[in-house]
T-cell receptor, first 113, second 115 residues
Framework: GAGVSQTPSNKVTEKGKYVELRCDPI?????LYWYRQSLGQGPEFLIY????????DSGLPNDRFFAVRPEGSVSTLKIQRTERGDSAVYLC???????????FGPGTRLTVL | AQSVTQPDIHITVSEGASLELRCNYS??????LFWYVQSPGQGLQLLLK??????LVQGIKGFEAEFKRSQSSFNLRKPSVHWSDAAEYFC?????????????FGQGTELSVKP
């Protein structure tokens, strides 16, 4: 079956602009996670959804970052007033349950000029 | 605080040689432990996981890992490396995993394979 998909695969923007990154989880997966991977580092947790609600957003670096999952499926990560330090690969993962294996998408590479 | 350490940033092995990638974790309770592999341009793929029970776990692609509580380690091994194993390997611990918690990743070990 289809895995986790993320769009766009690459996004180049200018400092100060607003961006949206989309994640389509595996059908039926109730849990959805966002991570950020900087160059040469392991992924770092940003936020986790169980259904429509954010169960843990402790990894969001500041209030410029926001994520939604309005219907309990697709999620959008929104970044306002982008900064060069936001440049990274943003990974999405989904899981069939809160204790299941997390399946990762290919990521969106964000470059802020 | 929970953390994962992968001491080796880069390892090179010859094709056919054995491989061991090190992972040490810091976690107060019984850990849920994972190894993922990431090939260039690809997403993270789960190799294996440890939740409980037998401390030697088998994974895909001929990999295995052993959980050693006394050493806080979860090292990944493969008896004979193939050129296609060249990739980045990440060890991770699930924080509060049975409640849907996040994964905490190590920095990763890049594996190169010599012909």
């Amino acid at each position: 079956g289809a895995g986790v998909s993320q769009t766009p695969s690459n996004k180049v923007t200018e400092k100060g602009k607003y961006v949206e990154l989309r994640c389509d989880p595996i059908s039926g997966h109730t849990a959805l996670y966002w991570y950020r991977q900087s160059l040469g580092q392991g992924p770092e947790f940003l936020i986790y959804f169980q259904g429509t609600g954010a169960a843990d957003d402790s990894g969001l670096p500041n209030d410029r970052f926001f994520a939604v999952r309005p219907e309990g499926s697709v999620s959008t990560l929104k970044i306002q007033r982008t900064e060069r330090g936001d440049s990274a690969v943003y990974l999405c993962a989904s899981s069939p349950s809160t204790s299941g294996t997390q399946y990762f998408g290919p990521g969106t590479r964000l470059t802020v000029l | 605080a929970q953390s994962v350490t992968q001491p080796d940033i880069h390892i090179t092995v010859s094709e056919g040689a054995s491989l061991e990638l090190r992972c040490n974790y810091s976690y107060g309770a019984t850990p849920y432990l994972f190894w993922y592999v990431q090939s260039p341009g690809q997403g993270l793929q789960l190799l294996l996981k440890y939740f409980s029970g037998d401390t030697l776990v088998q994974g895909i692609k001929g990999f295995e890992a052993e959980f050693k509580r006394s050493q806080s380690s979860f090292n990944l091994r493969k008896p004979s490396v193939h050129w296609s194993d060249a990739a980045e390997y990440f060890c991770a611990v699930g924080a509060g995993y049975n409640q849907g918690g996040k994964l905490i990743f190590g920095q990763g070990t890049e594996l190169s394979v010599k012909p």
